[in-house]
């Protein structure tokens, strides 16, 4: 399809597994990310979700 790319395509283009922009997409915080069938497809020019992942072993409340 053209302006979208696969899973596979976005690991390797943002350093990241497959298994983690999957993950993502199912919690629905890559932009425009639809499923077809059983694959994933990602606009091309969908930027990178920044990571809320805590990594310094602190809580932060707000």
């Not at 425009?32 to 990594?55: L, N, Q």
């Amino acid at each position: 399809m053209k302006g979208f790319i696969t899973i596979k395509e976005v690991s390797e283009k943002w350093g990241i597994t497959e298994r983690r922009i999957r993950v993502l997409c199912e919690q629905g915080r890559i932009h425009g990310a639809s499923k077809i069938g059983p694959m994933w497809v990602i606009p091309v020019k969908t930027k990178k979700p920044e990571d809320k992942r805590i990594k310094n072993g602190m809580y932060i409340k707000k």
